[in-house]
Structure formats: structure tokens, C-alpha cells
């Protein structure tokens, strides 16, 4: 069964506050509801400290939590420290019964960085990669075998696993047992990737879906002008399904083909002052159910 989800950074967005800033989590949940939406991920405005009182707002408007974002920083913190970090953070998703932990690799990268251009990306040294597989390994292991949470690795712009290539390298040297992926069409078009080739070869080690639309013009100036990744938001490079320039219908041919399970969440951050949040995700929503058949 398929869960159609969202991510609450169209409402505000976390590593850049001020888009947003002034969005309630109330207003946010009960947007998301209204639209249609079953689950969500987690934001910096919710309550992730008091439990019971984030179910009971999510409860009352009919939606649960299906993932949270998980900053791994293996490259730069002992192992230990990740480790407990990432405990803390499965007991947390645990309680809300979600099935998927996702996250990247933050701490070599450059994506929360405004003002550094996307093409200073350096490919991560061999003591990075070492770190990064056999660190997912194991927190993957403890995460399935002792929680039954799938752990979902999300490719990223701007982080060490952005292309086919390093996509291929992540999921080549880790257990697939423990590691699955955390698929995301915008990302792999944004890195310069087939966003329908990607899934069609990843889909069977996917557990985890973000689908969101790329605005190619916005692609290519990002490009020509040497941009950041959050510049790129800021002027509008994502947009929910059906509203920018991927082959939506091609994707969701594929998932639908395929033995799929599990969320299908739309993550389409943009400024909610130029794209009214919850306009946006009303729209999404109708084209996943209406033209997509979700």
C-alpha cells in the first residue's frame, strides 16, 4: 500500500528559518490535513520534545509522522556520538510507529551553506566513504533488527552522495539488508541526472519516496551562475508534482509497476511567500490522486 505524505519545508524551512519564519506548527499540520495528506515528516517548529503532545495535535487532525531527517556527521564526529544521536532519534521515530528513518551525510557538505557556490563540491576521500558505509551498516542493523525502521539514505545536491555514481558506490559497499534509499526525482534532475532511469533502477532497493517537480529554467541559471543549493530554492528550483518540468507521469509509472510500499511524500521547499504553502499542497495532492492515480 502506498501512503501519500509531506514534508512541512514548504512551510518553513529549516536551514534557511526565515522563509516561513512566521508559519505557526499548528497552521502547518492542519494545512497539510486539510489538503488530504495522511503523514508528514518533521519540522523545527514541532514540539519533537513532548511527545504526547505532538501525537495528540497530529492525532486530532488524522495525520502521523513517517519520517524524520537525520543529519549524519560520521565524517566528523566519533562514531559513539552519531551512534547515540541516532538511537535517540529512532526512539523518538519509534514512538510514532513510523517505518523509515532518512538523512544524509552533513558533515562534509555544503548544502545549508548560502553563499558557497555548488560547483565547490569535492568529491569525499576514501576515508569518508570508509567512515560513511560501515557507519550506515551498523546504525542500519540496529535500526531493523532492535526497531524494525528501515534506514533510507537520502542523495542530496550539495552533499557526498549526489550522483548516479555515488548513488551506485553508496549502495554497492552497504548491506541492503540494512541500507535502502531515499529516492528523490528533484535531487538526482538537479544533479544533472535521468530522474526516471535513477527509480527505475533503484525502486527495488527504495523504501522510502520524496517526489517533487524541477523548474529546468531555474536549473540552468543556478548553473550559469554559479549558485548555492539554498540560492536555488530561494528562487523557486522545486515546485510540488505537476507543476514544473519532470516527467511525473513516467515516475509514477514505475512505482505503480513496481512492488513498492511505503510513503510517497511530497518534499517541495519553496519561499511561502511567493508559493502559498498550503495552496501548493493542495495542488499536489489533487495531481497525485487525479492524474498520478496515488
Not at 253 to 277: C, F, M, R, T
Amino acid at each position: 500500500m502506498i501512503k501519500l505524505g509531506i514534508a512541512p519545508i514548504g512551510w518553513t524551512n529549516d536551514d534557511m528559518p526565515e522563509l516561513g519564519g512566521e508559519i505557526t506548527f499548528e497552521q502547518c499540520i492542519s494545512e497539510m490535513a486539510l489538503a488530504g495528506y495522511a503523514g508528514c515528516e518533521v519540522g523545527t517548529k514541532y514540539p519533537v520534545h513532548d511527545k504526547q503532545l505532538l501525537k495528540h495535535m497530529l492525532d486530532i487532525r488524522g495525520i502521523t509522522i513517517c519520517n524524520q531527517w537525520f543529519s549524519y556527521e560520521f565524517s566528523t564526529k566519533p562514531f559513539q556520538e552519531v551512534k547515540e544521536n541516532f538511537i535517540n532519534h529512532i526512539d523518538f521515530l519509534n514512538y510514532f510507529n513510523a517505518k523509515v528513518v532518512g538523512g544524509a551525510e552533513c558533515g562534509n557538505t555544503l548544502h545549508g551553506q548560502y553563499h558557497t557556490p555548488l560547483s565547490y563540491r569535492k568529491e569525499a576521500s576514501k576515508e569518508d566513504w570508509k567512515k560513511l558505509t560501515s557507519g550506515l551498516n551498523e546504525l542500519g542493523r540496529i535500526s531493523l533488527e532492535e526497531y524494525g525502521i528501515k534506514l533510507a539514505y537520502h542523495h542530496h545536491m550539495a552533499t557526498m552522495v549526489e550522483t548516479q555514481s555515488e548513488a551506485d558506490r553508496l549502495l554497492n559497499e552497504t548491506d541492503d539488508k540494512y541500507v535502502t534509499l531515499n529516492y528523490d526525482c528533484g535531487h538526482f534532475y538537479f544533479a544533472g541526472e535521468d530522474p526516471v532511469a535513477m527509480l527505475q533502477k533503484y525502486i527495488s532497493r527504495t523504501s522510502h519516496i520524496h517526489f517533487k517537480d524541477v523548474r529546468h529554467s531555474v536549473r540552468e541559471r543556478v548553473r550559469k551562475d554559479d549558485l548555492s543549493f539554498l540560492k536555488a530554492v530561494k528562487l523557486g528550483i522545486y515546485t510540488v508534482p505537476g507543476d514544473g518540468d519532470l516527467d511525473m507521469h513516467a515516475l509514477a509509472d514505475i512505482v505503480h509497476k513496481s512492488n513498492y510500499e511505503g510513503w510517497l511524500v511530497v518534499e517541495a521547499e519553496q519561499d511561502p511567500s511567493v508559493a502559498n504553502p498550503y495552496e501548493y499542497s493542495k495542488k499536489g495532492y489533487e495531481f497525485l490522486t487525479n492524474q498520478l492515480k496515488f
